[in-house]
C-alpha cells in the first residue's frame, strides 16, 4: 500500500496562486493512477484533477479547468496541483488520492488510498 500526506495549504487573497504537493511512501508511487478532491464545509468530497501513472493523462473538473494544473514526479514520489486565480469557493480541504488499478475516475470510492487533507482558504 502507499501512505500519502498533502502539504502546501494556506490562506491566501482571490486571484493568488498556491501549490499543493502531496509526498507518497511505501509501494511504488509510479504505479498508481492519482487524484486530488476536495471537501467544503456541509459539501460531498468532489473530484479536482486526476492523472495516470505515466502522468501522459491528465483531467480536471469543470471547476478548475484553465486555472489547476496536475502533475506528477515520479522519480520524487510526489503529485502537485498548481492552482492559479483562486476564488473564494475554492476554500474546501483538499485530498490528494492513490487508486492502484485503473485509470484516471472523479469516483472517490474508486480511490482506495487517501492523505489527511490539507486546508486552503481564499479570501475575497
Known amino acids: 500500500q502507499v501512505q500519502l500526506v498533502e502539504s502546501g495549504g494556506g490562506l491566501v487573497q482571490a486571484g493568488g496562486s498556491l501549490r499543493l504537493s502531496c509526498a507518497a511512501s511505501?509501494?511504488?508511487?509510479?504505479?498508481?493512477?492519482m487524484g486530488w478532491f476536495r471537501q467544503a464545509p456541509g459539501k460531498e468530497r468532489e473530484f479536482v484533477a486526476g492523472?495516470?501513472?505515466?502522468?501522459?493523462?491528465?483531467y480536471y473538473a469543470d471547476s478548475g479547468k484553465g486555472r489547476f494544473t496536475i502533475s506528477r514526479d515520479n522519480a520524487e514520489n510526489t503529485l502537485y496541483l498548481q492552482m492559479n486565480s483562486l476564488k473564494p469557493e475554492d476554500t474546501a480541504v483538499y485530498y490528494c488520492?492513490?487508486?492502484?488499478?485503473?485509470?484516471?475516475?472523479?469516483?472517490?470510492?474508486?480511490?482506495?488510498?487517501w492523505g489527511q487533507g490539507t486546508q486552503v482558504t481564499v479570501s475575497s
Open positions: 492523472i495516470s501513472w505515466t502522468g501522459a493523462s491528465k
Open positions: 511505501g509501494r511504488t508511487f509510479s504505479s498508481y493512477t
Open positions: 488520492a492513490a487508486r492502484e488499478i485503473g485509470g484516471v475516475t472523479q469516483r472517490r470510492d474508486e480511490y482506495a488510498y
